[in-house]
């Protein structure tokens, strides 16, 4: 790997820390101001709200500039968020602008790496990105849980600025203001990202048209992407396969926490613990896949997410933490080994139809979406009356057979569309092999 590569995945690692041990933070901020729990719920989709709102624009934003300013310049923006949760602003709203700055970085964090990587190395760069990705997760949720702790906080509060007055007066405060650090560290790394050398595409925009109607233009641009990538034999396996991973994963983490209080009894502590487990095996199939898996055979996957599914239903049967520990490391490991290759995929098709800032706007719109749609159906599925057994059932169904159909899709590209899914497969095979 190209040196330029590890200082992504430095700068990757830090702002990733940082986002997930705000989340508890905010959690916290918000509990201890004594604001209802469905504000405290409203947080992921708040996070996530800029995702698909945005997604027109990012992508281009992050194709005009060097990917590492791009980068920069989202870590700046939820330092702002950061700064706004200290300084009074409503915590849904900060983490808000936190969010924005996270939808702006997605683009530019993997666009990059068709940047700088050839095509051989990308199944390898994904899988140790998303496994580091996961670790900052694990790490992060830790790093949020102690920052808010009493020992943590106590010692945090006890520093004494002479002549300057932070305000900082509770243990969430302490904690934000010290992820503004982590956020400061992960900015500095975006700094030393070597531009690649790949030519810039600049926004359109004039002084005869304006900024908003140059935003404007943005969007039919992206719908185009969009469309380009839907219709492409290969983009559209493999955008509509991770859609539905990250819209299943998105949401498992909640799934996980209502299943473990019900089938063994766990307070929320408790259950929390199981959603890194889940992360743990995630990682460990992300890395094996980047081992493991080429390019050109990434759609042999799919099956894995068909497992999923069916795996997911299973979990109503569990009711040992000896069983379910390994288990949900399985259902991990399956979600990881599938959506490496998947990704890889995609990016590769992306590049080439649209340039990787646009592919990956088009990527998280769908894939964000996803995650809020499935998230309301699994949501409505229990205010209907279903049992928690019986949504997660439904759930899983939905996940087994919309993969059962994607396999179906593929397989009718290949008999109907043999001689173009071959050449889409011959451009990656070689490709690889460069």
């Not at 968020?81 to 602003?89: A, D, E, P």
């Not at 019900?262 to 502590?269: C, Q």
């Not at 959506?339 to 340039?355: C, F, I, S, Y």
């Amino acid at each position: 790997m190209k040196r330029g590569f590890y200082t992504i995945m430095s700068a990757q690692f830090f702002s990733s820390l940082a986002d997930n041990a705000l989340f508890v933070a905010a959690v916290e901020l918000l509990r201890t101001g004594g604001s209802p729990e469905w504000q405290r719920a409203a947080l992921v989709p708040m996070f996530a709200l800029f995702y698909v709102v945005l997604a027109p624009f990012v992508g281009a934003f992050a194709d005009a500039l060097p990917k590492g300013r791009v980068m920069f310049i989202s870590n700046a923006i939820k330092i702002v968020g950061c700064v706004m949760m200290l300084f009074g602003s409503h915590p849904l709203i900060a983490y808000a602008i936190v969010g924005l700055g996270a939808a702006a970085y997605s683009p530019a964090k993997y666009g990059i790496l068709t940047e700088l990587l050839p095509a051989s190395q990308l199944v390898k760069a994904n899988g140790w990105i998303e496994g580091l990705t996961i670790a900052s997760i694990i790490l992060g949720v830790l790093l949020g849980g102690q920052l808010v702790g009493r020992r943590l906080s106590d010692l945090l509060l006890g520093f004494d600025f002479p002549y300057l007055d932070t305000g900082v007066a509770t243990p969430a405060e302490a904690a934000i203001a010290a992820l503004i650090l982590i956020y400061a560290v992960a900015a500095w790394f975006n700094l030393r990202i070597p531009h690649t050398g790949v030519e810039m595409r600049p926004l359109r925009h004039t002084a005869q048209t304006g900024v908003l109607a140059s935003a404007l233009a943005l969007l039919p641009d992206f719908w185009a992407c969009n469309g380009r990538l839907w219709r492409d034999r290969l983009g559209q396996i493999s955008l509509s396969t991770t859609t539905l991973f990250w819209g299943a994963g998105g949401n498992l983490k909640f799934i996980v926490l209502a299943w473990a209080a019900v089938a063994l009894g766990y307070n929320t502590t408790q259950a929390s613990a199981l959603t890194g487990v889940v992360a743990i095996g995630t990682a460990a199939g992300a890395v094996l896949a980047s081992m493991r898996m080429r390019l050109d055979a990434a759609t042999r996957v799919i099956p894995m997410g068909i497992a999923m599914g069916v795996l997911l239903v299973m979990m109503v049967f569990i009711h040992s933490i000896w069983v379910a520990v390994p288990f949900l490391i399985l259902l991990g490991g399956l979600g990881g080994f599938l959506v490496v290759p998947m990704n890889a995929l995609l990016q590769h098709r992306g590049h080439n139809l649209m340039g990787a800032g646009r592919s990956i706007a088009v990527q998280n719109f769908n894939e964000q979406a996803a995650i809020l749609g499935m998230g309301a159906f699994y949501s409505l599925s229990l205010k209907l009356g279903l049992s928690v057994f019986g949504a997660i059932t439904v759930f899983g169904v939905v996940v087994a057979g919309a993969m059962w159909l994607i396999g179906r899709w593929h397989r009718h590209n290949c008999c109907h569309h043999t001689e173009e899914v071959e050449h889409l497969l011959q451009i990656a095979r070689q490709d690889r092999l460069h």
